[in-house]
């Protein structure tokens, strides 16, 4: 009887088990779209010689909205083990990093740093009403 037992509880077990590391089907059907009004965006950052660097970014809309691009660009330059801001670009002052009544939109900036110093930035997206702030990786210019 002992036995019998054992092996119920034994069974039992790995039955809990098996069934505890299924994963429903519908857990592969995630939506990939960043948010109701961005499908996706990025911004890297490129050395363009001279100290020269080249801040991009792309955004791209779920659909036409209202208004999508940057609102804000902060260059960010490495010292020791911090990041210091050292220059920052936004839409009221620099028109050309976002627009209006568009599905997607890309564009750069330049930043005339100092030749041997890493750079990076943290560009703020938006479409509408959503904004999402990505860093950058690191470039020595």
Known sequence: MRKLYS??????LVLVFLLSI???A??????????NYLNKYDGVVTREGGGT?????TVIGTRVIDEIGVSQIVVEKQD???WVPVKTYNNTKNPELSTTNDYSYA???LYNGEAGAVYRAEIT??????YRTI???SQRA
């Open 26 to 35: 519908s857990a592969t059907m995630i939506s990939t779209r960043a948010s």
């Open 53 to 57: 660097i080249k801040i991009s970014f």
């Open 22 to 24: 299924c994963v429903p």
């Open 80 to 82: 020791g083990n911090y």
């Open 7 to 12: 092996k119920g509880i034994s069974l039992l």
């Open 107 to 109: 564009n750069y900036v």
């Open 135 to 137: 860093t950058t990786s």
């Open 125 to 130: 997206v938006f479409g509408n009403t959503d």
